[in-house]
């Protein structure tokens, strides 16, 4: 086999190669569905006043140390006992 066409051979399988991975690519990234985007919470931002209004949902944190600023969280859901 001369030389030029090994060349043109070897450029060839790449170029197979290098299609074949672009469609690959392409139907797997069609695959993938959008995470769902998380929902704020309703309880961040409040001050000590309106989280203890919301007392249902929403807890006020005093750090026990003193490092940290109060703030507002919300309670964290109870799980439902089988």
Known sequence: MKPM????????AA???AAML?????????DKKAPA????SPCKGLDEKACKAKATECAWIVSKKGTR???CRR????????
């Not at 066409?5 to 060839?12: A, F, I, K, T, V």
């Not at 672009?22 to 069609?30: E, I, K, N």
């Not at 985007?37 to 704020?40: D, L, M, R, S, Y």
Request: aromatic share 8%; no cysteine; hydrophobic share 50%.
């Open 69 to 71: 600023k109060p703030y």
């Open 15 to 17: 170029a197979v190669v």
């Open 75 to 82: 309670k964290p859901a109870r799980k439902a006992k089988p």
């Open 22 to 30: 672009a469609f690959g690519l392409d139907a797997a990234a069609q």
């Open 37 to 40: 985007a998380k929902t704020a």
């Open 5 to 12: 066409s090994r060349l043109w051979m070897g450029m060839s």
